[in-house]
C-alpha cells in the first residue's frame, strides 16, 4: 500500500482510529474492518467488533482463527458458547458445528498446555449429552 498510497501511515493511523471510535465504525463494512484491524494486530479492536455482530458467525470465526493463541480465554469462552446453545437446544442439524466450536476450545486449551481442562470439560459434554448419538459420534475424533 505505500506505494499506492504514499502517505499510507497517516490515513492508516487515521483508518485505525475510525475503525476504533464506536461513532465512526458504523461507516464501515464489519467483515472489512475486522480484516484490516487484524492485519494490523490490533486483535482486541477485532474481537469488540465480533461482539457488536455475534451472530455473524463467519465474522466470530475469522478471528477466532487469529486470535487463538494470543486471546485463547476469549476463543474458548465464545467458542464454548456458540456449542453448547446448539447442543442444549438439542439442535441435531447444527452439530457439526458445534463440534467446530469445540475443535477451536480443545485447540486453545492445548496449546496453553491445559490438558486436564480441557479433557474435564469435554468429560463433562459428554456426560450431559451422552444420550445424542448423532452427537456423540461427531465428537469421537475431538475426544481421542
Given at each position: 500500500?505505500?506505494?499506492?498510497?504514499?502517505?499510507?501511515?497517516?490515513?492508516?493511523?487515521?483508518?485505525?482510529?475510525?475503525?476504533?471510535?464506536?461513532?465512526?465504525?458504523?461507516?464501515?463494512?464489519?467483515?472489512?474492518?475486522?480484516?484490516?484491524?487484524?492485519?494490523?494486530?490490533?486483535?482486541?479492536?477485532?474481537?469488540?467488533?465480533?461482539?457488536?455482530?455475534?451472530?455473524?458467525?463467519?465474522?466470530?470465526?475469522?478471528?477466532?482463527?487469529?486470535?487463538?493463541?494470543?486471546?485463547?480465554?476469549?476463543?474458548?469462552?465464545?467458542?464454548?458458547?456458540?456449542?453448547?446453545?446448539?447442543m442444549d437446544a438439542g439442535n441435531s442439524n447444527r452439530y457439526e458445528d458445534a463440534v467446530?466450536?469445540l475443535s477451536y476450545v480443545k485447540e486453545a486449551y492445548l496449546s496453553h498446555d491445559r490438558?486436564e481442562p480441557w479433557e474435564d470439560y469435554v468429560q463433562g459434554l459428554v456426560d450431559t449429552?451422552?444420550?445424542?448419538?448423532?452427537?456423540?459420534?461427531?465428537?469421537?475424533?475431538?475426544?481421542?
Amino acid at each position: 500500500l505505500q506505494t499506492l498510497v504514499p502517505d499510507w501511515p497517516d490515513y492508516k493511523q487515521d483508518l485505525l482510529k475510525r475503525l476504533q471510535n464506536p461513532a465512526t465504525f458504523y461507516l464501515y463494512d464489519p467483515r472489512e474492518a475486522v480484516g484490516i484491524l487484524l492485519r494490523e494486530a490490533c486483535y482486541d479492536e477485532a474481537i469488540s467488533v465480533t461482539e457488536k455482530f455475534p451472530h455473524d458467525t463467519a465474522l466470530v470465526i475469522k478471528v477466532m482463527d487469529a486470535v487463538i493463541h494470543s486471546h485463547s480465554t476469549w476463543v474458548i469462552a465464545t467458542s464454548k458458547d456458540l456449542a453448547e446453545t446448539i447442543m442444549d437446544a438439542g439442535n441435531s442439524n447444527r452439530y457439526e458445528d458445534a463440534v467446530n466450536y469445540l475443535s477451536y476450545v480443545k485447540e486453545a486449551y492445548l496449546s496453553h498446555d491445559r490438558v486436564e481442562p480441557w479433557e474435564d470439560y469435554v468429560q463433562g459434554l459428554v456426560d450431559t449429552h451422552k444420550r445424542k448419538r448423532k452427537l456423540m459420534k461427531l465428537m469421537e475424533p475431538l475426544i481421542e
